[in-house]
């Protein structure tokens, strides 16, 4: 029975012996893979921060320059040592069908490192796509290559003088406010800061020429680029009611590179062209820069400001065209525009805000506003009117189709004045008519003089097919008599960061 005993006993720590190996050898194993898909998770997570990264770098090139954009991407990728052909990787930079304001970034890894899976003979594969999209500011007043009355229904472009009241339709140019004794006693441009108007800017007005294609010199002209107030020009005498001393400055830059920033745009062409107050020789239209053949397609930007002088209150009206070759010729870059079109037709359009003089002989009026494109479907589009319709009835906005869309709207300058009357409401028509008691140190009682308007509209989620293919949203002016005559500040914004990551498809 002790032999049997101590012969069982062996064979017992045989088994052990080989259960504990193959436990070991299962644990190593479990080990190894737990290594390995630490490793695996570790290099997908950079890669995806490679595409990622890469997408948002180069997708700010579109829609106009896939070219820079795939190089700028593939740039990025190479940083974050991703080289198409190197090391296993292979990468594709494209453009999504069907909204070309996005770019999809892919990157495969087929030599990925594994440490105790290899002895498996396991090749994992990691492949991370990124899409971004971009939306540049939204083109407002114009699909043409020109923005004056002829093609705009009405519509010339304007900026008043830094000494002009905010009141006279300037939101952003305009330094000060409260500028009337006795509601008719202009006061001049006060030295202090209490009068400073809500929404001053200094940067002023951004205007940009879009250009697709330049196999040939585009020329940018200027009519009446200079304040010179006449019985037949674009100006008018503001402040005190003489012409002041305004001169008009435009400053000219290239965003090509960093089209989502104008604040960093190089000088481009003459750089900066100062047009003095009451210079004839600006009478009718000049040549304000040129963008030689072979330059970059994109966009060229004019920055418009005023003198800064206490003289400073005239209200200088102009235009802006265009052309290539040596006559003009009006084209659209709207598809819809179907007589005019043309795929390479340069844009010219307003940036951020559009300083305008309004008017029509009728009593009804229809002004183009701006270009949303179906991209936008399910966001939310807000419109501001500075100082808007004064001596009118109604303001529609116009949905692409021509019909009005409803909207909501308030006042949003109470956030900075908590002074000021709140209005808000809803329907399919701003109510402009009516009077009342002028703000203190105001000369018009208009229902909404010196104030800030915003429309909000939900837009549809089926956009595209809804508007059929159509992008331009337009205001529609009713006066009970009489011409329309509004000189005001538009502006128009759409929901969303402009550059960000969104799903693939």
């Known amino acids: 029975m002790i032999r049997r005993a101590r012969r069982d006993g062996r064979d017992e720590h045989g088994f052990v012996l080989v259960f504990v190996a193959l436990c070991m050898t299962f644990l190593l194993l479990c080990a190894g893979f737990a290594v390995d898909l630490g490793s695996f998770y570790r290099e997908g997570t950079q890669l995806q921060r490679a595409v990622d990264a890469a997408a948002l770098a180069g997708v700010i090139y579109m829609p106009n320059d896939l070219g820079t954009a795939t190089a700028t991407a593939t740039t990025t990728l190479a940083k974050n040592n991703v080289v198409d052909g190197v090391g296993g990787m292979s990468v594709s930079v494209t453009t999504v069908p069907g909204n070309n304001h996005r770019l999809k970034v892919c990157a495969t890894d087929r030599q990925v490192p594994t440490y105790f899976t290899s002895v498996m003979h396991l090749h994992p594969v990691i492949s991370k796509c990124a899409t971004a999209e971009y939306q540049l500011p939204v083109p407002m007043g114009s699909p043409f290559n020109e923005m004056d009355a002829n093609a705009l229904g009405g519509v010339d472009?304007?900026?008043?003088?830094?000494?002009?009241?905010?009141?006279?339709?300037?939101?952003?140019?305009?330094?000060?406010?409260?500028?009337?004794?006795?509601?008719?006693?202009?006061?001049?441009?006060?030295?202090?800061?209490?009068?400073?108007?809500?929404?001053?800017?200094?940067?002023?007005?951004?205007?940009?020429?879009?250009?697709?294609?330049?196999?040939?010199?585009?020329?940018?002209?200027?009519?009446?680029?200079?304040?010179?107030?006449?019985?037949?020009?674009?100006?008018?005498?503001?402040?005190?009611g003489t012409t002041g001393s305004t001169d008009t400055i435009y400053k000219i830059t290239d965003g090509t590179l960093t089209p989502l920033d104008p604040t960093d745009d190089p000088p481009f062409g003459p750089g900066t062209v100062t047009a003095r107050s009451g210079d004839a020789a600006w009478t009718g239209w000049h040549t304000l820069f040129t963008i030689p053949a072979g330059s970059r397609p994109g966009r060229y930007r004019i920055h418009i400001t005023t003198s800064t002088n206490s003289t400073s209150f005239g209200e200088n009206g102009f235009d802006l065209r265009a052309r290539v070759g040596s006559t003009f010729t009006s084209c659209s870059s709207d598809p819809n525009d179907a007589a005019i079109y043309r795929a390479s037709c340069p844009q010219v359009f307003a940036e951020q805000h559009l300083g305008v003089y309004a008017r029509a002989a009728g009593s009804t009026a229809v002004f183009p506003l701006a270009s949303i494109d179906p991209s936008y479907a399910g966001h939310h589009l807000s419109v501001d009117l500075w100082d808007p319709g004064e001596g009118g009835q109604t303001i529609e906005l116009l949905g692409p189709d021509g019909n009005p869309v409803s909207f909501t709207y308030t006042t949003p300058d109470t956030k900075l004045d908590a002074s000021l009357t709140p209005y808000s409401g809803s329907g399919s028509a701003l109510d402009v008519s009516g009077t009342t008691t002028p703000l203190p140190g105001r000369k018009s009682g208009s229902k909404f003089n010196e104030r800030l308007v915003e429309l909000t509209v939900n837009l549809p989620s089926d956009y595209a097919t809804r508007y059929a293919g159509k992008t331009w949203w337009k205001l529609r002016y009713h006066f009970a008599s009489g011409g329309v005559t509004d000189r005001t500040t538009w502006s128009i914004a759409v929901s969303g960061d402009p550059v960000r990551l969104v799903d693939g498809r």
């Not at 304007?158 to 406010?177: F, W």
């Not at 008719?184 to 002023?204: E, H, M, R, V």
């Not at 019985?231 to 402040?239: N, P, Q, V, W």
């Open 157 to 240: 472009l304007a900026i008043n003088g830094y000494c002009a009241a905010s009141e006279d339709g300037d939101q952003i140019n305009s330094r000060y406010r409260a500028m009337f004794t006795n509601g008719t006693t202009y006061t001049g441009c006060p030295p202090g800061s209490p009068n400073n108007a809500l929404y001053y800017d200094s940067s002023g007005y951004v205007y940009a020429v879009d250009v697709t294609d330049t196999s040939q010199t585009v020329t940018v002209e200027i009519n009446d680029a200079a304040f010179n107030p006449t019985s037949s020009g674009l100006d008018r005498a503001l402040g005190d």
